[in-house]
């Protein structure tokens, strides 16, 4: 089993619709979770993190963790053509270990 | 001015060149982290640096090695490039405070032909 798994998409939402990423994760010891978002030829730049079971809201984006079910998901609401990017989820697998490790990232496109 | 560095931006190198990527922060973070990023393959830890006297290896290491020559430099080098080398490759640091939060360099497009 991969460790951190995601759905490659590519994933589309009409302008305005609400878009939905999901991650699941193969440790269930693992604590901290990020969302990086990543445009076509430039660098992942972190956009959430969350650490606790639940929901964590930030402008459009709510970052919502379910550690139970080892899931970790990230919504946009009202998304723009501007959000069209690969998002990737990123875990710190396991205790002591300071590595995140990276999904391969779901691509998003907004159509207009 | 950006607070994670990377030169070159683009380099393109033959087969058996010895190359060094660099690597500058302004952060002031500790930690700092060698990725590659290819198409299909996600991103993939090469190195990663506690501090200056701290070096590991990540889950490629093979055919790479470090230097990080103070707080704020981490230099990757291909010591004999080959081409399933090409890719893009990025820096990044993280606070030791702040819960493993990474933040990226604009990143290195390295061909090898």
């Known amino acids: 089993q991969k460790e951190v798994e995601q759905n490659s998409g590519p994933l589309s939402v009409p302008e305005g619709a609400i878009a939905s990423l999901n991650c699941t994760y193969s440790?269930?010891?693992?604590?901290?979770f990020f969302w990086y978002r990543q445009y076509s030829g430039k660098s992942p730049e972190l956009i959430m993190s969350?650490?606790?079971?639940g929901d964590k809201e930030d402008g459009r984006f709510t970052a919502q963790l379910n550690k139970a079910s080892q899931y970790v998901s990230l919504l946009i609401r009202d998304s723009q053509p501007s959000d069209s990017a690969t998002y990737l989820c990123?875990?710190?697998?396991?205790?002591?270990?300071?590595?995140?490790?990276f999904g391969k990232g779901t691509k998003l496109s907004v159509i207009p | 001015d950006a607070d994670v560095t990377q030169t070159p931006r683009n380099r393109i190198t033959k087969t058996g060149k010895r190359i060094m990527l660099e690597c500058s922060q302004t952060?002031?973070?500790?930690?700092m982290y060698w990725y590659r990023q290819d198409p299909g393959l996600g991103l993939r830890l090469i190195y990663y640096?506690?501090?200056?006297?701290?070096?590991n290896k990540g889950e490629i290491s093979d055919g790479y090695s470090v230097s990080r020559q103070a707080q704020a430099k981490f230099s990757l080098s291909l010591e004999s490039a080959i081409p399933n080398q090409t890719a893009l490759y990025f820096c990044?640091?993280?606070?030791?405070?702040?819960?493993?939060?990474?933040?990226f360099g604009p990143g290195t497009r390295l061909t090898v032909t």
């Open positions: 990044a640091t993280s606070d030791p405070d702040s819960s493993y939060e990474q933040y």
């Open positions: 440790d269930r010891g693992s604590q901290s």
């Open positions: 969350i650490y606790s079971n």
């Open positions: 990123a875990v710190k697998l396991r205790a002591g270990s300071y590595q995140l490790t």
């Open positions: 952060k002031g973070h500790d930690r």
């Open positions: 640096s506690f501090d200056v006297k701290d070096i």
